[in-house]
């Protein structure tokens, strides 16, 4: 086996030791053992290099790639995942899509995560990794500050992106990988990081075509809006056992949904202008 140079991720669990913690103790509300399994489940396997290796690139098919399986590893250890894929704009989107969907799925689970993304050496099989690539994005993991409001909170629950991966991604002529990256992504004006809220901003979204209903559009909307507020409600269920520490992490994540609901209720006040008649000519 030899190093290669590959892209590659590192991300972990926020307030995982107190989740398990609390498991231990027991008593009632305390997640159980089986719970905080299939959480980390959810940070993937790697079976998802199978997936690859079958159906080849799935976002951005049409983006360069030098291996039908993108050289994908995955290897989740405890409450963290190393994600690892070739140097090549299929590769990297793609890489960038499954921490999204990690980012995601914590999400809807009540959870969050913090990560890197870096381009660098490493030596990745299913079991193991090593190699200053990987070193580079672990190093980093804790030093995520993106979207920061006072330096003493410590890091931000944000899986942030290398410089060097975001130059990577202007050079690419193709169209998918950096429209893609657009809507998997969100900056402070001086760092880029993977965040599910540009994407829960838009969601639904439609064209204003000849057909357009406002009133049916509005329903649609308002179970977006339903939805987001569920989301608010798990984050404040876990925000109750939180560490002060972790409390900080959880208030920013309240705080960027919090804008999500305000632009969904923007959206509902314009529907329901839409909606009006036209008024009468005397």
Not at 207 to 234: C, S
Not at 261 to 280: T, V
Request: proline share 6%; hydrophobic share 40%; glycine share 6%.
């Amino acid at each position: 086996m030899i190093y290669e140079d590959k892209f590659i991720a590192f991300v972990d669990i926020l307030g995982f030791s107190e989740l398990v913690r609390r498991s231990e103790a027991g008593g009632p509300g305390a997640p159980t053992a089986d719970y905080i399994l299939e959480l980390t489940k959810k940070l993937g396997s790697s079976k998802d290099r199978e997936h690859f290796a079958k159906y080849g690139p799935t976002l951005c098919p049409c983006a360069p790639f030098n291996a039908r399986d993108l050289n994908f590893r995955v290897t989740q250890i405890s409450d963290c995942v190393v994600v690892s894929a070739e140097v090549s704009p299929a590769g990297l989107i793609n890489l960038m899509h499954h921490c999204f969907g990690v980012s995601i799925e914590l999400l809807l689970a009540g959870h969050l995560n913090r990560g890197y993304i870096t381009r660098g050496n490493v030596l990745h099989s299913d079991a193991q990794f090593i190699g200053t690539g990987y070193m580079r994005a672990y190093e980093s993991e804790r030093k995520v500050s993106i979207f920061q409001d006072n330096p003493a909170e410590g890091g931000t629950p944000f899986i942030e992106i290398d410089p060097v991966v975001c130059s990577y991604v202007s050079d690419q002529p193709d169209a998918c990988v950096k429209m893609m990256f657009g809507r998997m992504t969100e900056s402070d004006g001086q760092s880029t990081a993977i965040s599910p809220f540009p994407s829960l901003k838009r969601l639904p979204a439609t064209v204003m075509g000849r057909n357009f209903d406002p009133a049916k559009w509005k329903e649609k909307v308002e179970i977006a809006r339903a939805n987001r507020l569920r989301l608010l409600a798990q984050l404040e269920e876990v925000e109750a056992g939180a560490t002060a520490r972790d409390r900080v992490k959880i208030a920013l994540y309240k705080r960027k949904l919090l804008e999500v609901i305000a632009a969904k209720d923007e959206e509902i006040a314009m529907l329901d202008k839409l909606s009006q008649p036209y008024p009468r000519r005397v």
